[in-house]
Structure formats: C-alpha cells, structure tokens
C-alpha cells in the first residue's frame, strides 16, 4: 500500500537521552522507515535528532525561547532533573499547551493545504496531558490519533517502597479530566492508543477506538540467540537494573535471592544508582550477602545491555512500574524475568517466558520470589526453556518495527483505509476514574 504522509508530534523526542524521549524516538524511527514522517520538536533537542540522521521526510522545530527557557531552569532548580516526578508532570501542563499551540500555527497552513493523512501525537506518554491538536482539527479531514498512553496506575498499599515514594499531587491526578482540552482530546480523537490495561481500562468509555500496544520496544537486532558458556560454578546469575529508588524494590529482591547467595548458588549483579544506594548495600551486609551482590552504578545503554545477556534471571519486583523498558530487554537478551504482576511488566510476562509475583505484600513476594528462584537453581532445563521462548517471544512481538507495523494498521484503520485492528489489552481491568 501507498507511503502515509504522518505528523507526528513528539517534543520531547531524543535518541541520546532515556525513557518516554527515547522510545518515542525509537517509534518514529521505524515509522520513518515506511511512511513519509514528519518529527515536530522542541529547539531543545534539534540538534540530538539531526545527529541521528534518521531519513524523516522532515523536522519541523517549535521554538519558544521564553517558555523552554522558564521550562529547564524549573526542572534543574526546582525538581532537581527528576522526570519521574508527578509534581513535574502536573507543573508541565502549560507547557505542553504551549508547544501545540505554536506547532498550530506553525503547521496550520499545511495541514489545510492537505500535506499530511493523519496527525499522530508520540508524546507526552502520560494520559493526564490532553491534546489541542485534536480540538483543532475536529473540523478537518486530517484524523488525529493520540498514544500509546501510559498514567492511572494506582499506588499499592501495604508497601513501604509505595509510601516512600509517593507524592501528594497523586491524589489531585482525577482533576485533569476538568481541565481544558481534556474531554476534546479524547472526544475528537480517530484512535486512542493504550499502553497499558490500566490505561485502557480508564478509557474504557472509548472502547470503540480505543486499542491496546506497550509503550516499549526492543530492536530486533536484540533478539538473537546467544551461546551460553558452561555452568559458572554452577550459580545463578541474576540482575537487576533500575534506579534505585524506593519504588523499584530492589529491596525485595535482596530479600529474596539471599538464601540462594549465602549458599554460594547465585551471585546478584545490581545495575543503576539513586538515593537508595546506601540503604541496599547496608541491607546486603545485614542479610550476610556483600561478597555476592555487586552494586555496579549507572552504565551505559551498552554495557547495560551486555551485562543482561549474561544474565540467567532478571529480579524485578517494582511495584509500580508503567512500561518496564528494562523487562522488554530481558526477555530479548535471554534473562528470565520475575516480576510484580502489576503494571506494564505485569501485562508483558507470560508463564511461557516468566513469572508475575501476585501484589501482596512484602513477605509473601519475598516468599514466592525466593521459591521460584530455588526451582530455577536446580533445574537448568527450565530455565533454558525459558530464555529461549522469550527471546522468540520478544523477537516476534515486542520490537520497534513489529510496532510500528502495528501502529500503521490503526492510522489506516483511522483513515478508512483497513479494516480495525484486533488489539485488546491482556488483563481486563475497572479504574476507579470512569
């Protein structure tokens, strides 16, 4: 079929940086690669974009020198770089506004001229932040199609890494459906993109265009099948690789994996950095596990990823955890996953790749982490039979182009050109906010 000629809209688009800039990045790309993508950035990440030469049929850069300027220094000074901050999403409301405001007038006239099919908006990946774009062109025959969302995952209780983690704006995020553009968003929307069945769940009232695709993605070039050495001694080698901060529980799986450690059957390799750094090494010296577990700091993409595929196990107990980039990863570069079964890992694992730990509470997810490890410790065949389905797993379902294929037979669904894709999320869920 013919080439879409696709604006996308994605401010915050990097290849070089991480998380929502990085995946959306990673999205357009394969995009490019069979349509006619047209990128609209902030000037803030032209340069990055233009580094990575991605063959898009344009870069169309909204510059607000005033606004971009207000925007980092509050991020640097104010919310110390943290990203992940709900305050920092509440605070960019306006922001984001702004930029659709100026890409409109920027791009008014050749939206009417009719030199796009379909109007696409990558990012902001949180479902709170609504869209302009779909209140202008509610008159127009340019369709506009939103996602894939993420947002709505509720804090669990009973967890002490949830209460240290949580912030006071998380009981306000039910208000962004008063504020303005928020019902236009979604009301004049062709499609809505769900990244998650929480978020699908809270759209549920859209489920005649609503669809279901994980934020995430691998390259298929991730998904190889890589020839494992002899047994090292006969250990387990488990990973974990994330911020540490209190929400990704990495706490629990110290807890967990340390039996398995003071035996001398396994040997824990902790990926990442954060403020809770000190407390888990001063935690592995309580649990009598130091000399196993090795605390190596934040690495590089690279390194990250090298260190996965030596991996047997990825131990990932996050209890609040929208996408989990980092599973996608494992399950390409053969580490078997265990998880909370929560979330967007909760949505990605399956029994024939991995396992979901239940929500409970601490000591039961201690308990079933620490048996599941045990089994796995002494049978290698399952855990060879494990690796090598979640690599075909990943390679078949879970990359950038597969992706991308995806998200092309929604825009052409969108645009009356095929017939509606069958997407729905893997759990079916009810959110407190319909």
Not at 65 to 80: N, Q
Not at 309 to 319: K, M
């Amino acid at each position: 079929m013919s080439r879409l000629r696709i604006l996308v809209l994605a401010p915050d688009t990097n290849p070089e940086s991480i998380t929502g800039p990085l995946l959306s990045f990673r999205q357009s790309e394969e995009l490019a690669k069979l349509h006619d993508v047209t990128l609209v950035v902030r000037s803030t990440v032209e340069e990055a974009v233009r580094r990575a030469q991605v063959p898009f049929c344009g870069v169309e850069v909204v510059r607000m020198p005033t606004v971009e300027r207000v925007y980092d220094w509050s991020f640097r000074r104010i919310f110390k770089g943290d990203y992940r901050s709900q305050a920092l999403t509440a605070f960019g409301y306006p922001f984001a506004l702004a930029f659709e405001w100026y890409a409109w007038r920027q791009l008014k006239g050749r939206v009417i001229a009719g030199e796009f099919d379909v109007v696409l908006r990558l990012l902001p990946i949180v479902s709170v932040m609504p869209s302009p774009f779909a209140f202008f062109l509610r008159h127009r025959p340019v369709p506009f199609v939103i996602g894939p969302l993420n947002g709505g995952l509720p804090w669990p209780q009973g967890f002490r890494q949830a209460d240290n983690q949580k912030e006071w704006v998380s009981g306000l995020r039910s208000l962004y459906r008063f504020l303005p553009f928020a019902r236009a968003t979604y009301r004049n929307a062709a499609a809505i993109v769900a990244g998650s069945s929480q978020t699908y769940a809270e759209f549920a009232r859209h489920r005649e265009k609503l669809f279901f695709l994980p934020e995430n993605g691998v390259s298929r070039s991730l998904c190889y099948e890589t020839t494992r050495g002899p047994e090292r001694n006969g250990r387990l080698e488990l990973i974990f690789a994330g911020s540490l901060v209190p929400y990704k529980a990495c706490d629990l799986a110290l807890r967990a994996a340390a039996p398995l450690l003071r035996s001398g059957l396994a040997y824990f390799t902790v990926l990442g950095d954060g403020p809770e750094r000190d407390r888990l090494e001063l935690l592995a010296k309580s649990l009598q596990i130091e000399k196993s577990v090795a605390f190596c700091g934040p690495l590089s993409h690279t390194q990250a990823l090298a260190r996965m595929q030596s991996a047997d196990v990825l131990l990932f107990p996050s209890v609040r955890e929208f996408g989990g980039a980092v599973v996608f990863e494992a399950l390409a570069s053969g580490a078997v996953p265990i998880v909370a079964d929560f979330g967007g890992p909760g949505d990605i694992v399956n029994p024939e790749v991995g396992y979901k730990v239940p929500l409970t509470n601490e000591e039961d997810m201690v308990s079933r982490m620490g048996e599941i490890l045990a089994e796995l410790a002494k049978d290698r065949e399952l855990l060879e039979q494990l690796r090598r389905r979640g690599i075909a797993y990943a390679r078949e379902s879970l990359t950038w182009d597969g992706k991308a294929q995806t998200l092309t037979a929604i825009l052409r669904w969108a645009l009356r050109q095929g017939p509606k894709p069958n997407l729905p999320p893997p759990k079916v869920l009810y959110s407190s906010y319909l």
